[in-house]
């Protein structure tokens, strides 16, 4: 299934699942992308980049990556990164030095 086609059905999905009609608009807000990116992506025009992807699957979930034949990012890594600004400079620190030596 094209990316394009699997959007549309997540949009009928989403649309459904609130129990009345919603528009284009409405989903790419929700989505969190700008209303031009979701025609593009619906039209099959456009792909999405790296941090649309991210915010469509986290709407969506990850079965977005797959449709696209991207891997899906690591659950741990993104819950890090998620809290990344909850941390103290210090625990910043102390990550960085941990994985520094790995480079």
């Known amino acids: 299934m094209k990316f394009n086609q699997w959007l549309e059905q997540q949009y009928l ?5 609130t129990g009345h009609r919603q528009t284009l608009q409405k989903f790419a807000e929700y ?12 039209s099959g025009s456009r792909q999405p980049s790296k941090e649309s992807l991210e915010k469509i699957a986290d709407k969506l979930g990850d079965e977005a990556y797959d449709v696209l034949d991207h891997p899906r990012p690591d659950p741990l890594l993104r819950d890090i990164i998620s ?3 909850k941390l103290s ?5 102390e990550i ?6 790995l480079h």
């Open 13 to 17: 999905t989403w649309e459904a699942q």
């Open 31 to 42: 989505l969190g992308i700008s209303n031009s990116l979701l025609s593009h992506y619906l």
């Open 83 to 85: 809290k990344w600004g």
């Open 89 to 93: 400079d210090d625990q910043k620190r």
């Open 96 to 101: 960085r030095e941990i994985v520094e030596p």
